[in-house]
């Protein structure tokens, strides 16, 4: 049995549709954001206000800052 051979136009067409189709959302679909726990509010917090530290659940984590130049905080 011999493969369908298919022209360049039919196969144009169908790239085409295919693109349109996940343009319009047809294909992938995009999952809803989690909302933030408790922590990563704090910590967002206080990366923006620029704190050297902050204090969740009785704890106190501390910034650090990386090699990179970002900041993180811990305990």
Do not use: H
């Amino acid at each position: 049995m011999a493969k369908k051979l298919y022209t360049k136009a039919e196969l144009d067409k169908a790239v085409k549709s295919a693109v349109s189709k996940m343009k319009k959302g047809g294909v992938v679909k995009k999952k809803k954001k989690r909302p933030m726990n408790a922590y990563m509010k704090a910590v967002n917090k206080a990366r923006k206000s620029g704190a050297k530290s902050f204090v969740y659940n009785g704890t106190t984590y501390k910034a650090k800052k990386m090699k990179t130049g970002m900041i993180v905080y811990g305990k």
